[in-house]
């Protein structure tokens, strides 16, 4: 397939990236997940300008503007002809000799830019049924509202949920739940949707603000604040978003059943709605 570098669209084995990338060694960089469903990219818009606010928080000057970028992923998503897939785009602050401060204007270091898409079909079966988590302690910077290349606290807790044969490790901070190592997390008590604040603590979810406009719209209670491990033992309902995962429902936490080991009513109604608006996207 081909891939994008910078402003133009390249066969794979055409690129090569500098040893001394940014990213490659301080994860200098942001980087962003799109989702195609029929073809079409989902959300795309508020991807790209959350890849410039995650940009801007570091200080990294893309260079491109944001309409161009647009066009470039979509122009890629037409000629590898993705159907059901996702793409992966990140920025790197580029190649410089190696010291931790950024290079000088003068040294003429450009942003390094890339893009490659992915085919994955929708995981059915899985929201279907349901997922397994276990938690773990947020052990990561307190900037995570940046979608930055920084990920080693969610690779580790991911492995760790990994090992315990399960899909998500949720996260908490003495006990206070943040979010998952690659979702943002859910609970539902009493007919309410329930999650953390979306502050410095966590990654404000595109998946996340797509389900605040469908609660609002439907009548559904959402409510953003705190809460404990403990209330996500004793949840009605867990589940958790994401651009790959959607709303992906959580029947048992710490081996744990949540409510009566099945995805939960609420739950149901999140995931119908989301599926609604997939739908829609694809048929415009
Ligand atoms: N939180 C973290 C730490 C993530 O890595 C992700 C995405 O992969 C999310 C939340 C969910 O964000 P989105 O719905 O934009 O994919």
Redesign the pocket.
């Known amino acids: 397939g081909k891939i994008i570098l910078g402003d133009q669209i390249l066969d794979r084995p055409d690129v090569h990236i500098d040893l001394e990338d940014r990213g490659y060694q301080f994860g200098d960089g942001v980087y962003e997940?799109i989702r195609v469903y029929g073809g079409k990219l989902f959300t795309m818009k508020e991807h790209i300008d959350r890849l410039f606010a995650s940009a801007k928080k570091i200080k990294l000057d893309i260079s491109m503007a944001p309409e161009q970028m647009q066009k470039l992923v979509e122009d890629l998503v037409k000629e590898n002809k993705v159907d059901f897939g996702s793409v992966y785009m990140q920025v790197t602050r580029g190649a410089a000799p190696r010291t931790h401060m950024f290079p000088k204007p003068a040294s003429n270091t450009k942003a390094v830019f890339t893009a490659y898409t992915n085919v994955v079909p929708r995981p059915a079966s899985q929201l279907e049924n349901g997922v397994e988590a276990i938690t773990a302690e947020d052990i990561r910077w307190l900037r995570?509202d940046i979608k930055s290349l920084n990920l080693l606290p969610?690779v580790l807790a991911k492995q760790e949920a990994a090992d315990a044969g399960c899909f998500e490790a949720i996260l908490h901070r003495s006990g206070i739940v943040t979010?998952?190592?690659?979702?943002?997390a859910y609970i539902v008590k009493n007919g309410e949707v329930i999650t953390h604040p979306a502050d410095h603590l966590?990654?404000n979810?595109?998946?996340?603000q797509v389900l605040v406009k469908l609660c609002k719209e439907n009548g559904i209670p959402f409510v953003e604040k705190e809460f404990e491990l403990k209330d996500l033992q004793n949840a009605d309902e867990v589940f958790i978003?994401?651009?790959t995962s959607e709303v992906m429902p959580v029947i048992k936490v710490d081996g744990k059943t949540v409510g009566d080991g099945t995805p939960g009513k609420i739950t149901r109604k999140l995931q119908e709605l989301f599926e609604a608006k997939i739908n829609r996207e694809i048929m415009v």
Do not use: F, P
């Not at 979010?179 to 943002?184: D, Y």
């Open positions: 997940v995570c969610n979010e998952g190592s690659s979702s943002n966590i990654l979810g595109i998946t996340r978003t994401s651009t």
